[in-house]
């Protein structure tokens, strides 16, 4: 079935190829050229919307909490695989329940064979979560496949919870640091604002789907934080370009011709990425499912919309330019300017 | 932007050649790739999550060791004031040192030079820092005080850490098993990894167990009711019986006979008479002379094998043992009898390791992966290689065979480093196609605004890689900066998913700076385009 998808995939890919290359079909052009949105106007819309979803976010966070997996909050998992064919998930709940080893999930995962069991974390320090892994693994013998087992224990998960926190802080100021560096500070604060909404809405996506919240989502995160970035930079640097090139333009229009001249390029390279992730998500199995999904949901719904609706006006607000406009330079020295550029 | 000279042009095709051609030795079968001499023998490594195998990380338990050096400090002070004919008493450890009284106020003096010499410079000769291993104070009235210095206790910790890695190493490897992998991690943890490991419990055993090993008389003269009412003599003690025969309570005396230390040897065996699973074992020269010794004296009385202070047997000396040779029956199982045997030939472990971290993958888990992985990078790879050339035509190509020598060059750098693909590893190459074929979108929609711009078709190229590669170098920097992060804070899987972006993103910068150029400079040199078929 799955090799099926993939040769009638390769087949119409050589088709349109090959429309192509004979010019039947004209290159494709996902935007028109010359698009003139008023992007800077949808500010008034965009920002009650983005500051509302992010209270919600945070909200989600504080009340309905992550899924946190055994890598943050330690204990068990271990992926089984029924050797006589579909396991019997009520019968293995009830044998595993016997057990005393207190709150005990089960879950089918990917295919009908397949179990993930997760384990508490069991008081008793590092030893009493191996005794876990011992009884189980003494309950339900040699009739399943043990696929995978991981333990984590209460120190290690403390220290990789740490770890990964202070992670992701630590790439958000290195990379704040830099963007000082490259552009104004204004940027700086402008791209910290557009990227910490990025993760605080993909953070209230994985509290309301409830997807496994462990190193791999760190990873995630991470590279959300860079996509978007990527993303934001790009329309700054075109807008330093422009406030370079036109001294006395408004900051709206300019930042509205910014956005409209990048948009082509934004929009391809995210059916790009999108095309990318979704093999991932279709083709990639179970295991990095999560991750997927939530890159998915970062890069591709929230990475765009903040680099466009956020990013870019927030820096009307930040007062990006206004200093240039009340010095009021003289008219020859803007026409020289523009000249030069 | 357009103008390559010669050699540059050569020096970029080069590179890229040579990053590609390290590829190379991942596709040999093994026979082929062990024939290659020893520095091209360099191949991306699978990670335990797709080969399969276990992980598994040891703390070593360092509360033990300061315990136990504690404990060793009372006997040095001991042993010193003894020697010094200086009469003491209270002679304890108490909390974080070791405290003794002088009996006699004038002997004070005397005291504290015998046990200053005690202290000794730590760090070796060459690298002396000026650190000694005991804080020693007169609390007065005859009362000293000896604490271990933080220096001391952590030099000790290091020693201990890197004698279970040697322990660990000897015991891992007697499971036979292919290319383990033993790490410090830390100051106190080692990391264990061993490929192709489906069922690690035999070898958390094996790690579990410190293996100290004691051959010492039962207490005869004693009574073994008091001492279980907590009334035991002063030089015995009450260990009890493995669980096999019931958790027997033994007192037993606290001296030592023979240790495990003297042990040369340990193979597992079967008693002539019994049949019964043994372990035989061998002494070297000093510890056959003290054993012959104490069995001569001994003669009728019980001793006991003592393996973590749980008592394997306690058999009756019928004769002297003369040979430095003897066998420990326990009612061992055959494979009890065999980790035995390795337990005693790689030695006790300095202090008792916990297990603080397991993952294990079975290889069939690994094998699906790589499947869904190799899948899931085709099926992407086609449809963005698709979108680019419907989208930019010609240079689209240009744009797929830059992405395409951009993943060759990732793995060729991966195999010249050895590194280790994980998963997530993969993810990351499949989101640098992502990246580097942005880079490629950015080129070439400037190139577009250019000529809308009204610019002939070569100067619009021209700009168009100026200006872009600037955004390019500045979009793809924030991302290395992200990438570097989780390198450095990451650990296992996310590492490897950090290596494989981070390498992405050089190459990038390399075609997107000199590949993609060099491919449409020869391309406008060839064609002298009229319009840009952008």
Redesign the interface.
């Known amino acids: 079935m799955l090799y099926l998808i993939v040769a009638v995939l390769l087949a119409v890919a050589a088709v349109v190829c090959a429309l192509v290359v004979l010019g039947v079909i004209p290159h494709l052009r996902l935007v028109p050229d010359d698009t003139k949105f008023d992007f800077m106007r949808f500010r008034r819309i965009s920002f009650p919307i983005s500051a509302t979803l992010s209270i919600i976010a945070i909200l989600l966070y504080f009340y309905h909490g992550l899924n946190f997996g055994i890598d943050f909050v330690g204990g068990t998992l271990m992926e089984v695989q029924e050797k006589a064919g579909a396991a019997d998930l009520a019968k293995m709940r009830s044998t595993l329940n016997g057990l005393g080893l207190g709150d005990v999930q089960l879950q089918q995962f990917g295919s009908p064979d397949n179990v993930l069991i997760r384990i508490a974390q069991q008081p008793g320090g590092d030893e009493a979560q191996q005794a876990a892994v011992r009884k189980v693994r003494g309950a339900l013998g040699d009739e399943v496949d043990y696929r995978r087992v991981e333990v984590v224990g209460p120190r290690v998960s403390t220290e990789l919870l740490a770890y990964g926190t202070i992670g992701l802080m630590l790439a958000i100021v290195s990379i704040l640091v830099y963007l000082w560096f490259r552009f104004e500070w204004q940027f700086a604060l402008g791209a910290m604002i557009a990227n910490v909404h990025d993760l605080v809405l993909t953070i209230g996506f994985m509290s309301v789907t409830q997807v496994d919240f462990d190193l791999t989502s760190i990873a995630a995160l991470l590279t959300i934080l860079g996509y978007s970035l990527n993303d934001t930079v790009v329309i700054y640097d075109r807008i330093r370009e422009m406030l370079r090139r036109y001294k006395r333009m408004s900051m709206p229009e300019l930042l509205n011709i910014s956005v409209n001249s990048t948009l082509s390029r934004s929009i391809i390279t995210h059916v790009t990425v999108t095309l990318a992730l979704l093999a991932l998500l279709l083709f990639g199995g179970q295991a990095i499912h999560s991750f997927t999904a939530t890159m998915m949901f970062g890069v591709v719904l929230v990475g765009t919309y903040t680099s466009v609706f956020i990013a870019a006006p927030i820096l009307i607000y930040l007062g990006v330019g206004t200093s240039r406009l009340a010095t009021g330079e003289p008219e020859a020295e803007a026409k020289t300017s523009k000249a030069r550029a | 932007m357009l103008y390559f000279s010669r050699w540059k042009a050569v020096a970029v095709l080069l590179t890229a050649a040579i990053v590609c051609l390290c590829a190379v030795p991942n596709f040999f079968s093994e026979r082929t790739f062990q024939s290659l001499p020893h520095w091209a023998q360099r191949a991306v490594v699978l990670g335990l ?1 797709l080969q399969g195998g276990s992980h598994i ?1 040891l ?1 070593v338990d360092s509360a033990a060791v300061r315990k136990e050096k504690l404990q060793s400090l009372l006997d040095d002070v001991r042993r010193s004031l003894r020697e010094a004919r200086i009469p003491y008493t209270g002679l304890a450890v108490r909390g974080e040192q070791v405290e003794v009284r002088v009996t006699n106020p004038g002997n004070q003096p005397q005291a504290l030079t015998k046990l200053r010499e005690l202290s000794q410079p730590l760090g070796g000769l060459l690298s002396a820092t000026g650190q000694r291993s005991l804080d020693i104070t007169d609390a007065g009235g005859g009362l000293i005080q000896l604490r271990l210095t933080d220096a001391a206790i952590t030099e000790r910790i290091r020693q201990a850490v890197e004698q279970s890695i040697q322990i660990v190493d000897r015991r891992v490897n007697e499971l036979g098993t292919v290319e383990p992998s033993i790490q410090r991690q830390g100051i106190d943890r080692i990391l264990v990894q061993v490929p192709g490991l ?4 035999r070898l ?1 055993e094996l790690l ?1 167990k410190t293996a100290k090993l004691t051959f010492r008389l039962v207490d005869v003269s004693g009574s073994l009711e008091d001492a279980l009412q907590g009334r035991a003599p002063p030089d015995s003690e009450v260990l009890y019986g493995t669980a096999k025969e019931g958790k027997h309570p033994y007192l037993i005396k606290k001296q030592v006979m023979v240790s495990g230390e003297e042990l040369t040897d340990a193979q597992p065996g079967f008693d002539q008479r019994t049949s019964e699973p043994i372990v035989s074992f061998k002494f070297n020269t000093s510890g056959a002379r003290r054993f012959a010794q104490v069995t001569q004296e001994n003669v009728g009385r019980p001793f006991a094998i003592v393996l973590d202070n749980e008592v394997i047997s306690a058999p009756v000396i019928r004769e002297p043992i003369l040979g430095g040779s003897g066998q420990i029956s326990g009612s061992f199982t055959v494979e009890q009898a065999n980790d035995l045997a390795i337990l005693l030939r790689a030695g006790a472990l300095p202090a008792p390791l ?9 290889p ?2 690994g094998q ?2 790589i499947a ?2 190799k ?6 790879a ?3 290689l ?8 010609v240079f689209g190509l240009f744009a797929n065979i830059a992405v395409a020598v951009n993943v060759a060059m990732i793995f060729g750098i991966l195999s010249l480093l050895n590194a280790t693909l994980t ?2 590893g993969i ?1 990351g190459v ?2 640098t ?3 580097a ?2 880079s490629n ?2 080129i070439y ?2 190139i ?2 250019e000529v ?1 711009h009204g610019r002939t078709p070569i100067t619009a190229i021209d700009a168009g890689f100026t ?1 872009a590669l ?2 390019i170098l ?6 290395f ?3 570097a ?2 390198f450095f ?6 590492k490897g ?2 290596v494989t ?1 981070g390498i992405g993103i050089v190459t990038t910068v390399f075609t997107a700076f000199t590949l993609t150029r060099l491919i449409v400079a020869w391309w406008v040199r060839m064609w002298r385009p009229r319009h840009v ?2």
Not at chain 2, 474 to 479: G, L, P, Y
């Open positions: 999550d990380l703390e489906q069922d690690p419990t958390k579990g916990t297990i603080i971290e397991e993952r294990t993958v079975g069939g888990l699906d992966s869904k992985g899948l899931a990078s085709y099926v992407g086609v449809l963005v698709v979108f680019m050339f419907v989208t930019y035509g998963l997530p993810a499949v989101l196609v992502g990246i074929v942005d979108v950015l929609e400037r577009r605004e809308r200006r600037a955004t500045d979009s793809n920097i924030t991302t900066i992200a990438a992060v989780l804070i990451g650990t296992g899987p996310v998913f950090a972006l078929p952008i």
